[in-house]
């Protein structure tokens, strides 16, 4: 795939189609799947309470079940996200996006953010499950994301993600070039939080993304599909 101008199909498949927020209903949950079916995307992103029945509705197909932990505020003890993650993924999520110790990050204790990643990390590979890590960039040092990018990789985390998309800031271009640069290549690297068009999609994959999390995903293909003027991504 080429970054700057990715087809519908290829943009579709790197894309989380997303609905995480409080008053996500059943039917939304139902019609999200409906929409990653028919545009095969990534992976459905929704709250752990919908991992059965998104599990059900995604049942033999190539669309992932993707759910969070620690979410959105990450404040938790590592032994309530270990617990979070393991009923996840035995409900069926195939993906768990979980939120740092923001605080901890901050702090520099790296020890500590590696042994939680680590421990999330070895109860969701059990189960053959990918663990993708949020940053929540908009709260973070420079220093603490190089700090949580270097403990995801060691952790045994799958990707780095940037942001829950409920502490405002969202999805940088630098802060990707900062990701890319610092596990690119190695781990998979998740720009979320306020891509909404065809255009901030190109820029965080050009800038090294390699997943896209949106819950504007039928737009950004929609304007893949109409042909989007890409000139300068």
């Known amino acids: 795939m080429s970054p700057a101008s990715p087809s519908p199909v290829q943009l579709a498949a790197v894309i989380d189609h997303t609905a995480l927020t409080p008053d996500t209903d059943e039917q939304t949950v139902r019609r999200i799947a409906a929409e990653a079916l028919e545009h095969q995307f990534a ?3 929704i709250n752990p309470k919908w991992v059965p029945l998104t599990a059900s509705l995604l049942a033999g197909s190539k669309v992932a079940v993707c759910t969070v932990v620690g979410f959105p505020l990450g404040a938790t003890t590592t ?5 979070e993650a393991a009923e996840a993924v035995d409900h069926g999520a195939e993906e768990i996006d979980m939120v740092v110790d923001i605080a901890d990050a901050n702090a520099g204790k ?9 421990a999330v ?18 709260l973070l040092s420079e220093s603490a994301k190089e700090l949580v990018c270097r403990a995801a990789e060691e952790g045994g985390a799958d990707f780095v993600k940037t942001s829950t998309g409920f502490a ?6 630098e802060d990707i070039a900062l990701m ?19 255009q901030d999609a190109v820029r965080m994959l050009t800038a090294g993304a390699t997943r896209i999390g949106a819950s504007a995903s039928l ?14 991504y």
């Open 43 to 45: 992976a459905v992103c």
């Open 79 to 83: 032994a309530s996200k270990v617990t």
């Open 110 to 118: 790296e020890a500590e953010v590696l042994g939680q990643i680590a």
């Open 121 to 138: 990390a070895s109860v969701v590979h059990r189960s053959g499950a990918r663990l993708k890590v949020i940053l929540e960039t908009a």
């Open 168 to 173: 405002g800031g969202g999805a940088q271009v």
């Open 180 to 198: 890319h640069r610092m596990v690119g290549g190695r781990l998979g690297i998740k720009a979320s939080g306020g891509i909404r068009t065809y």
């Open 219 to 232: 737009d950004i293909v929609g304007a893949a599909q109409n042909g989007s003027d890409t000139n300068g």
